[in-house]
């Protein structure tokens, strides 16, 4: 089996001009994240906080359930604002259509003929950054295993994914 660093691509475009790791996302991504971090500011913010003031109201905090709940919802809520914050800071958004689908890039849908079973089932993936990965949707990071076998592969080319159920061998059918 070959190690992490050998299977691993380093593209330039998953970090920032600074050098820190780039949030991966497409278009819709991105406007999803903008959204929950301007709902989480606005309106969570203040729910959160109007809950806080009327568990304070009822007097003795020490045996308060409804003032420790609030806190640590306070709490939950400003730590997914300051994460949601950097995510939208390092963003970078990735096309998800390419001219050139020679090989295997963020935003490409890559269809596979898994080699590993009887019947060659064939699946269908879009290689997204691991903020909008899905796999029910058909949606894998470019940090999975599977979609990191994938990177800058062809049409036409073999791959072996090291996954936790074991190697999992696919052949690239298509690229849209």
């Known amino acids: 089996m070959p190690k992490k660093d050998e299977t691993k691509i380093v593209h330039e475009e ?11 996302v497409t278009k819709e991504g991105y406007d999803k ?3 929950e971090l301007e709902y989480l500011k606005t309106t969570k913010r203040k729910e959160v906080a109007a809950r806080l003031k009327e568990a304070i109201s009822y007097g003795d905090l020490s045996e308060n359930s409804e003032y420790e709940e609030s806190k640590n919802e306070q709490a939950f809520v400003e730590g997914r604002i300051m994460e949601l914050e950097e995510k939208v800071k390092t963003v970078k958004i990735i096309s998800e259509k390419h001219g050139d689908l020679k090989s295997v890039q963020l935003g490409t849908t890559v269809h596979l ?8 089932d064939v699946e ?6 691991s903020t909008e990965a899905d796999p029910f949707e058909g949606k894998i990071s470019n940090e999975s295993p ?4 994938l990177l800058d592969k ?11 159920a ?3 061998e696919y052949e690239i059918t298509k690229l849209d």
């Open 14 to 24: 998953f970090f920032t001009e600074d050098g820190k790791k780039a949030t991966l």
């Open 33 to 35: 994240l903008v959204e």
């Open 113 to 120: 003929k898994n080699l590993s079973t009887t019947n060659h």
């Open 124 to 129: 269908v993936y879009t290689i997204v950054g």
């Open 146 to 149: 599977v979609g990191t076998a």
């Open 154 to 164: 062809k049409k036409g080319d073999k791959v072996k994914a090291h996954v936790p």
């Open 166 to 168: 074991g190697v999992i």
